[in-house]
């Protein structure tokens, strides 16, 4: 089952990225129940993904959390083509000024900017239940993504009647990616980085890993290619 748990709280790192908490109250039924998790970025990290129950029902037991990241490599083939034919669509438009203009601009803004970080991502969590019952699932996880980030921000007024100044402060927070958190409890942490983030973001490597983990050493291929030799003799 697909469920779209909405967002509840927002840690947001002045680095970049966050912690994200997520719920939704499920109805489990008897046995096995599988739910699938809507709108999760491609830029969450699978190692930091969690499921748990805000009061965990009797006869409940969470068996696994199943995560996967898109293909970088793909995903980005992909997109390059979404931003070709961006382009084709202005440069062959005829009128612009139309009806449907606003729309037009917005398509095409998009795709422009769209990056990896804004694709889906996979989670899954596989729930056991001895009984029928509801609880509020919950879902956690980093997402590593730049363009989400805070700063603070000072502003000074000055009364020259009274020759008082009044310093307020206020914190701008940031989301340049494709992906709205509205009404969700937000909090700021702050941190040192041992290195700034350009404008790829932090997952710039994350092509070569992915190609890396889908490559067997050939010495270890070997070895298991013997092994499969001698069960069949």
């Given at each position: 089952?697909?469920?779209?748990?909405?967002?509840?709280?927002?840690?947001?790192?002045?680095?970049?990225?966050?912690?994200?908490?997520?719920?939704?109250?499920?109805?489990?039924?008897?046995?096995?129940?599988?739910?699938?998790?809507?709108?999760?970025?491609?830029?969450?990290?699978?190692?930091?993904?969690?499921?748990?129950?805000?009061?965990?029902?009797?006869?409940?037991?969470?068996?696994?959390?199943?995560?996967?990241?898109?293909?970088?490599?793909?995903?980005?083939?992909?997109?390059?083509?979404?931003?070709?034919?961006?382009?084709?669509?202005?440069?062959?438009?005829?009128?612009?000024?139309?009806?449907?203009?606003?729309?037009?601009?917005?398509?095409?803004?998009?795709?422009?900017?769209?990056?990896?970080?804004?694709?889906?991502?996979?989670?899954?969590?596989?729930?056991?239940?001895?009984?029928?019952?509801?609880?509020?699932?919950?879902?956690?996880?980093?997402?590593?993504?730049?363009?989400?980030?805070?700063?603070?921000?000072?502003?000074?007024?000055?009364?020259?009647?009274?020759?008082?100044?009044?310093?307020?402060?206020?914190?701008?927070?940031?989301?340049?990616?494709?992906?709205?958190?509205?009404?969700?409890?937000?909090?700021?942490?702050e941190f040192e980085m041992q290195y700034t983030p350009g404008d790829e973001g932090f997952l710039n490597d994350l092509a070569?890993?992915?190609?890396?983990?889908?490559?067997?050493?050939?010495?270890?291929?070997?070895?298991?290619?013997?092994?499969?030799?001698?069960?069949?003799?």
């Amino acid at each position: 089952m697909n469920i779209n748990p909405i967002p509840k709280r927002f840690i947001i790192f002045s680095g970049g990225g966050g912690i994200m908490e997520r719920v939704q109250r499920v109805r489990l039924s008897t046995g096995i129940n599988t739910f699938e998790i809507e709108n999760v970025p491609a830029s969450f990290d699978p190692s930091t993904a969690t499921a748990f129950f805000e009061k965990e029902p009797e006869g409940v037991n969470i068996l696994q959390v199943d995560v996967k990241r898109p293909d970088k490599q793909i995903v980005e083939n992909f997109i390059s083509r979404e931003k070709t034919a961006a382009s084709a669509i202005i440069q062959n438009a005829t009128d612009l000024r139309g009806a449907n203009r606003d729309q037009i601009i917005e398509l095409i803004e998009s795709a422009h900017y769209r990056r990896y970080e804004d694709m889906r991502g996979t989670l899954t969590v596989t729930i056991e239940s001895r009984n029928e019952c509801e609880a509020m699932l919950c879902v956690r996880y980093f997402l590593e993504d730049a363009r989400i980030k805070w700063e603070p921000s000072l502003h000074l007024s000055i009364d020259e009647n009274s020759g008082t100044a009044t310093v307020e402060g206020f914190i701008l927070a940031m989301n340049n990616s494709d992906i709205n958190y509205p009404r969700c409890e937000v909090e700021f942490a702050e941190f040192e980085m041992q290195y700034t983030p350009g404008d790829e973001g932090f997952l710039n490597d994350l092509a070569n890993e992915q190609v890396a983990q889908s490559v067997m050493p050939r010495n270890r291929m070997m070895k298991q290619m013997k092994r499969l030799k001698s069960l069949v003799k």
